[in-house]
């Protein structure tokens, strides 16, 4: 079974810098597209950015642009997510997610998602 | 790139067929075959159920299905059961190279 596991979300100041990793298992990581898609609380999901196979290929929200990198070593089947300069709105579970090739963009698997607070 | 629109609830009793609607613009839905929806149980991770528009992935039970005319999109649940009790959310590519995702809807099986 395919597994993404998150971690790194913690509480963090506003203005200050997080990496989030995710871990994934059970499948050939680098023949696949990975996505990070966050929900604020009690809210719903939005789309953060993607990357294509070998990290070439990358898509941000606008909200997020120059501020958040995503990126992945695939000798690690591993995914990382570097957040610079967060704000409060910032703040939600983070989902590790395996994605559709572009354009179909749907998500087959999701992880348990990892808590981003951003908080003075 | 603003949020498809769904209606905020929805609610059937057992048995019954519902709808939830979701609605874009000619720079999303009204453009390009590429809507997904998805199933939220709370506390939980989403669940793929329905891919470019209509096509369900393996496993997802055919009660569930979806469609598209013009900017908006569709996902009908035929024969409501307790399990589907949930929040629903479709998603779509756009002609910023991005994706967006619906407000949600909440499901209530009466």
């Known amino acids: 079974e395919v597994q993404l596991v998150e971690s790194g979300g913690v509480l963090v100041q506003p203005g200050g810098s997080l990496r989030l990793s995710c871990a994934a298992s059970e499948f050939t990581f680098s023949n696949y597209w990975m996505s990070w898609v966050r929900q604020a609380p009690g809210k719903g999901l939005e789309w953060v950015a993607d990357i294509n196979q070998d990290g070439s290929e990358k898509y941000y929200v606008d909200s997020v642009k120059g501020r958040f990198t995503i990126s992945r070593d695939n000798a690690k089947n591993s995914l990382f997510l570097q957040m610079n300069s967060l704000r409060a709105e910032d703040t939600a579970v983070y989902y590790c997610?395996?994605?559709?090739?572009?354009?179909?963009?749907?998500?087959?698997?999701w992880g348990r998602g990892t808590l981003v607070t951003v908080s003075s | 790139q603003s949020a498809l629109t769904q209606p905020a609830s929805v609610s059937g009793s057992p048995g019954q067929s519902i709808t939830i609607s979701c609605t874009g613009t000619?720079?999303?839905?009204?453009?390009?075959?590429?809507v997904s929806w998805y199933q939220q149980h709370p506390g939980k991770a989403p669940k793929l159920m329905i891919y470019?528009?209509?096509n369900r992935p393996s496993g997802v039970s055919n009660r569930f299905s979806g469609s598209k005319s013009g900017n908006t999109a569709s996902l009908t649940i035929s024969g409501l059961q307790a399990e589907d009790e949930a929040d629903y959310y479709c998603?779509?590519?756009?002609?910023?190279?991005?994706?967006?995702f619906g407000t949600g809807t909440e499901v209530t099986v009466l």
């Open positions: 998603s779509s590519f756009t002609n910023s190279l991005t994706y967006v």
């Open positions: 997610a395996r994605f559709f090739t572009r354009p179909v963009g749907a998500i087959d698997y």
């Open positions: 000619s720079s999303d839905i009204g453009v390009y075959n590429y």
């Open positions: 470019e528009v209509s």
